[in-house]
């Protein structure tokens, strides 16, 4: 019972569209201040103050203060999972004509962040040519020896990660794709490291990412 009432709690939180662009806007994993999710959801401060205390007492952002500022993130990887999900599902409700899936915005589409790891066309290309190098394991929820030695060329070095309660590797239903890409521990890896070697590039507020001439050639080059 008690956990049908968190589900109920957590469904009428979202269900406000201030608190729900504020959480869209947390998506791309940064840390925002009261004023900056404000002008995100186009509320005041004060309604966006009272907005954020409910979703901090719920456990779904978290506030990490530095010097006289509050910034406020999503709570975990998990929950940026349920509302890509929960996206992906409002997308299509009580439409007559089949609807087009993902993000409106064609960069957005192309490349983004989903949290921590790549999404859209080429986060599923990235899975795709570890699947076909035999990198992943059938249920894609295993990273093989293979698939290793290949993030390795690509700079990272999984076994000198200490193993945490996150797993390593999962698989997301991608929102625009419909198809699964890397989500995880080895996915948010990849984003990072991607972003390391300039192969992409975040746009200012935004969870757009813009896939540079040189990571066209590398992933094209490392993952096919």
């Known amino acids: 019972m008690a956990s049908i009432t968190a589900l109920a709690e957590i469904g009428a939180l979202v269900g406000d569209p201030g608190r729900a662009n504020m959480l869209a806007a947390l998506m791309d994993g940064r840390a925002l201040t009261a004023r900056e999710l404000a002008g995100c959801a186009g509320i005041a401060p004060q309604t966006a103050s009272g907005h954020l205390a409910r979703l901090v007492a719920a456990g779904m952002i978290q506030?990490?203060?530095?010097?006289?500022?509050?910034?406020?993130?999503?709570?975990?990887?998990?929950?940026?999972?349920?509302?890509?999900?929960?996206?992906?599902?409002?997308a299509g409700a009580k439409l007559a004509t089949p609807?087009?899936?993902?993000?409106?915005?064609?960069?957005?589409r192309a490349a983004r962040s989903c949290y921590d790891h790549l999404a859209g066309p080429l986060a599923v290309a990235i899975t795709d040519g570890l699947v076909a190098r035999g990198g992943l394991a059938d249920?894609?929820?295993?990273?093989?020896?293979?698939?290793?030695?290949?993030?390795?060329?690509?700079?990272?070095?999984?076994?000198?990660?200490?193993?945490?309660?996150?797993?390593?590797?999962?698989?997301c239903l991608d929102w625009s794709e419909r198809r699964p890409h890397l989500a995880g521990t080895?996915?948010?890896?990849?984003?990072?490291?991607?972003?390391?070697?300039?192969?992409?590039?975040?746009?200012?507020?935004?969870?757009?990412?813009?896939?540079?001439?040189e990571g066209r050639q590398g992933f094209s080059r490392l993952f096919g």
């Open 99 to 108: 609807p087009r899936t993902g993000p409106r915005d064609e960069a957005m």
């Open 63 to 90: 506030v990490e203060r530095q010097g006289r500022h509050r910034y406020h993130r999503l709570a975990s990887a998990e929950m940026a999972a349920m509302l890509e999900t929960m996206m992906q599902v409002s």
């Open 139 to 171: 249920d894609g929820g295993a990273i093989t020896p293979a698939g290793r030695a290949l993030l390795a060329d690509f700079g990272i070095d999984l076994d000198a990660r200490p193993s945490g309660a996150r797993p390593l590797c999962r698989l």
């Open 186 to 213: 080895v996915g948010a890896l990849i984003l990072e490291r991607s972003l390391e070697l300039g192969w992409v590039q975040r746009r200012p507020a935004s969870r757009t990412l813009t896939v540079t001439a």
